[in-house]
Nanobody, 122 residues
Framework: QLQASGGGLVQAGGSLRLSCAAS????????MAWFRQGPGTEREFVGA????????RYADSVKGRFTISRDNAKLTVYLQTNSLKPEDAAVYYC?????????????????WGQGTQVTVSS
């Protein structure tokens, strides 16, 4: 019900646009979010977008570099990643849930995409 894509290999300072295609049911969820997980690390909150009032929240580590947006016609949520750093390298996941609460907690999300790999070379 969530399909992430757009990952790849990019040099430090470069950009990628990740996409998360959703089914109608999951796209109608109140919260669409992105997480990432590097090797040997826990899944980390990247950012989230509220369908209800358009609220957006980002992790401090990506604020000013990453942007979340959605295309209602395409049922797709995007994560534009700019000025990528080697420490941004991870598998990126999209997720959805019904309530704008505990949005940074991956355990609170009911739907997950399969992940897309982002590799950043220095």
């Amino acid at each position: 019900q969530l399909q992430a894509s757009g990952g790849g290999l990019v040099q430090a300072g470069g950009s990628l646009r990740l996409s998360c295609a959703a089914s109608g049911r999951t796209f109608s969820s109140a919260v669409m979010a992105w997480f990432r997980q590097g090797p040997g690390t826990e899944r980390e909150f990247v950012g989230a977008l509220s369908r209800i009032d358009g609220s957006i929240r980002y992790a401090d580590s990506v604020k000013g570099r990453f942007t979340i947006s959605r295309d209602n016609a395409k049922l797709t949520v995007y994560l534009q990643t700019n000025s990528l750093k080697p420490e941004d390298a991870a598998v990126y996941y999209c997720a959805s849930k019904g309530l704008w609460s505990s949005i940074t907690d991956p355990g609170s999300y009911g739907y997950w995409g399969q992940g897309t790999q982002v590799t950043v070379s220095s």
